[in-house]
């Protein structure tokens, strides 16, 4: 093999590697920040803390909603700040109306600050699990059941947080196809 066919393949395999290892990327940053909690990514449980976990210490959480520019639902939170101690399930509501004459479906992104926070704040349930399908004019409320872990107290950085916000965007999504099917039809007449 001439220097110049080693010099190619050399690079023809480098090229490989780096794609390989850019569809790669996406997936471990979003282990390493479920893990983490980095960039404000939060926990997830299927249960709450024992009522003995809950500290005497207090947290504000505030809560933020917005939508995508091109997600034409009007989307809110209930209240916009609790207070909670630090263990205590906290429950708190949003909105989300579809103004619109169409069926539209519609995940939520989310994020927690600040970022020392993110690792500490666990989901029990939330709607951003699920994608949301409203009707035309359909106003829905949905539920987030959550608590700040304890461990926060002894996180160097997280024991001087005392106000955490809880921030979602709504994104529109192409309808599921069951969903897309019965959007298209055309309606049927009334005996």
Same mark, same amino acid.
């Given at each position: ?5 080693? =010099? ?48 005497? /210490? ?24 609790? /207070? ?37 704040? =666990? ?6 699990? =699920? ?49 897309? =099917? ?10």
């Amino acid at each position: 093999m001439t220097p110049e066919k080693k =010099t190619a393949s050399l690079l023809a395999g480098i090229v490989v590697l780096m794609v390989s290892l850019s569809f790669a990327a996406v997936p471990f940053y979003n282990w390493f920040c479920r893990v983490t909690g980095y960039a404000g990514t939060v926990g997830v449980s299927e249960v709450a803390p024992s009522p003995d976990a809950v500290l005497d /210490q207090e947290v504000t959480i505030r809560f933020d909603g917005s939508t995508d520019k091109a997600m034409p639902w009007r989307f809110r939170p209930l209240q916009r700040k609790m /207070q909670l101690k630090i263990g205590e399930t906290g429950l708190a509501f949003y909105e989300a109306y579809n103004p619109t004459d169409r069926v539209i479906a519609g995940t939520a992104s989310y994020n927690v600050t600040p970022d020392a926070a993110g690792g500490y704040f =666990t989901k029990i349930e939330c709607f951003c699990f =699920t994608e949301q399908i409203l009707q035309p004019g359909e106003r829905v409320e949905m539920p987030v059941t959550f608590y700040v872990d304890p461990a926060i107290v002894t996180d160097p950085e997280g024991r001087f947080v005392n106000e955490i916000t809880l921030s979602y965007t709504f994104f529109e999504q192409p309808l599921p196809e069951d969903q897309a =099917t019965l959007a298209s039809a055309p309606p049927r007449p009334v005996n």
